[in-house]
């Protein structure tokens, strides 16, 4: 049933919405151009539409007026915000799905339609509920776990580390019009960024490639600490989030570096850019042995074995590629930002910081 419609560049935009089965269908000019399941009043669908471009739909059922909020984008650019009514016939829907256990316990002088939109709210807060609860309950096993291994300070040190990595990511999907779900911090594990599947092998590189950034930019700013105040903590965390963000940047599936470097040999649909990858994993092997980076050898063998694994299969995603100046420029920025890592483990070691020496230590491992 039709939830409602609107008119936009000479096209007609419907959302199609079934409250018992919680499907949604968004349908542009009679064709579905994006279909999901939702139970909650807030909804977001992403597609693409061949004279548009990037197309992003938000709406939010608002219970007390019977009519719903939405916004569409185009491109990154918000080009409508308004409100419709909800059909009568959507409403009636919505009052039907309740089913016989509603008739029984609503009072007769009350109308159904509105006990369903306040059923429909309620629902939607146990579920954002739920998911709260799941990422405070995380966030407080990953404080315990790390105030264990370390101190208390150090483990909100290292969680915000985390939590600035992940926050690169989320920043990036939102970029692009991809909807997210937020983050979780899992203990032994770091953290997740949660969200829909790039479109574009660019995307991919550029959300992968985000995390590390937003950890640099961690990473520099305690290290700045360190310099102005000679803070041993300060130093200590800034040698911990180089190593982590580096090991990120291993080139192993689903690790950062592992999208990345997929993504780039994907890209070059031909057995040319295999050859170029095993040159350069060739090249960083003998230079990460030359300064007795061990650690990084053997993850560099691992990434070749993956990526040859999967070869076939990545040839065959439907997924745009990146362009010969995409895949340079990508190829520079991963290794500007793995050296900048390296560069800042080896700044902080030989200045004979306490602590320190374990980052060489693992690299060397």
Same mark, same amino acid.
């Given at each position: 049933?039709?939830?409602?419609?609107?008119?936009?560049?000479?096209?007609?935009?419907?959302?199609?919405?079934?409250?018992?089965?919680?499907?949604?269908?968004?349908?542009?000019?009679?064709?579905?151009?994006?279909?999901?399941?939702?139970?909650?009043?807030?909804?977001?669908?992403?597609?693409?539409?061949?004279?548009?471009?990037?197309?992003?739909?938000? +709406?939010?059922?608002?219970?007390?007026?019977?009519?719903? %909020?939405?916004?569409?984008?185009?491109?990154?650019?918000?080009?409508?915000?308004?409100?419709?009514?909800?059909?009568?016939?959507?409403?009636?829907?919505?009052?039907?799905?309740?089913?016989?256990?509603?008739?029984?316990?609503?009072?007769? %002088?009350?109308?159904?339609?509105?006990?369903?939109?306040?059923?429909?709210?309620?629902?939607?807060?146990?579920?954002?509920?739920?998911?709260?609860?799941?990422?405070?309950?995380?966030?407080?096993?990953? $404080?315990?776990?790390?105030?264990?291994?370390?101190?208390?300070?150090?483990?909100?040190?290292? #969680?915000?580390?985390?939590?600035?990595?992940?926050?690169?990511?989320?920043?990036?999907?939102?970029?692009?019009?991809?909807?997210?779900?937020?983050?979780?911090?899992?203990?032994?594990?770091?953290?997740?960024?949660?969200?829909?599947?790039?479109?574009?092998?660019?995307?991919?590189?550029?959300?992968?490639?985000?995390?590390?950034?937003?950890?640099?930019?961690?990473?520099?700013?305690?290290?700045?600490?360190?310099?102005?105040?000679?803070?041993?903590?300060?130093?200590?965390?800034?040698?911990?989030?180089?190593?982590? %963000?580096?090991?990120?940047?291993?080139?192993?599936?689903?690790?950062?570096?592992?999208?990345?470097?997929?993504?780039?040999?994907?890209?070059?649909?031909? +057995?040319?850019?295999?050859?170029?990858?095993?040159?350069?994993?060739?090249?960083?092997?003998?230079?990460?042995?030359?300064?007795?980076?061990?650690?990084?050898?053997?993850?560099?063998?691992?990434? $070749?074995?993956?990526?040859?694994?999967?070869?076939?299969?990545?040839?065959?995603?439907?997924?745009?590629?990146?362009?010969?100046?995409?895949?340079?420029?990508?190829?520079?920025?991963?290794?500007?930002?793995?050296?900048?890592?390296?560069?800042? #483990?080896?700044?902080?070691?030989?200045?004979?910081?306490?602590?320190?020496? #374990?980052?060489?230590?693992?690299?060397?491992?």
């Amino acid at each position: 049933m039709q939830l409602f419609s609107f008119d936009y560049a000479n096209r007609v935009f419907s959302v199609d919405a079934t409250p018992a089965s919680g499907e949604e269908i968004v349908v542009v000019d009679g064709a579905v151009v994006s279909q999901k399941r939702n139970f909650g009043i807030t909804s977001e669908h992403s597609f693409v539409l061949d004279d548009l471009g990037e197309v992003k739909l938000i +709406y939010v059922l608002n219970m007390r007026a019977a009519d719903v %909020n939405y916004e569409l984008w185009v491109n990154g650019e918000r080009v409508i915000e308004a409100a419709a009514p909800v059909s009568v016939a959507q409403q009636d829907s919505f009052s039907e799905a309740q089913g016989q256990s509603d008739q029984l316990v609503m009072p007769a %002088n009350k109308p159904t339609k509105s006990n369903s939109w306040l059923s429909i709210g309620l629902v939607a807060f146990k579920l954002l509920k739920a998911v709260q609860v799941v990422k405070v309950a995380l966030l407080a096993a990953s $404080v315990a776990v790390y105030s264990v291994m370390f101190t208390l300070e150090f483990a909100f040190a290292l #969680i915000a580390v985390l939590v600035f990595h992940e926050y690169g990511h989320l920043r990036a999907m939102k970029k692009f019009g991809l909807p997210t779900k937020g983050m979780y911090l899992i203990p032994f594990v770091g953290g997740i960024a949660v969200g829909d599947m790039p479109k574009t092998r660019w995307q991919d590189v550029y959300i992968s490639m985000m995390g590390p950034v937003y950890g640099l930019i961690m990473t520099v700013a305690f290290y700045i600490v360190y310099l102005v105040t000679d803070s041993h903590f300060a130093g200590l965390v800034a040698s911990t989030s180089a190593l982590l %963000n580096l090991f990120n940047l291993i080139p192993v599936y689903p690790l950062d570096g592992g999208r990345v470097v997929k993504s780039l040999v994907f890209s070059g649909r031909n +057995y040319l850019a295999l050859v170029a990858l095993l040159a350069i994993s060739a090249a960083c092997f003998v230079l990460a042995w030359k300064l007795g980076f061990y650690f990084i050898t053997f993850f560099i063998v691992l990434g $070749v074995i993956d990526i040859v694994a999967g070869w076939r299969v990545g040839l065959a995603e439907d997924i745009t590629p990146l362009k010969s100046y995409g895949i340079w420029f990508s190829v520079l920025w991963y290794l500007v930002v793995v050296a900048m890592f390296l560069g800042m #483990i080896l700044l902080i070691a030989q200045d004979g910081l306490p602590g320190s020496e #374990i980052a060489l230590k693992v690299l060397a491992s």
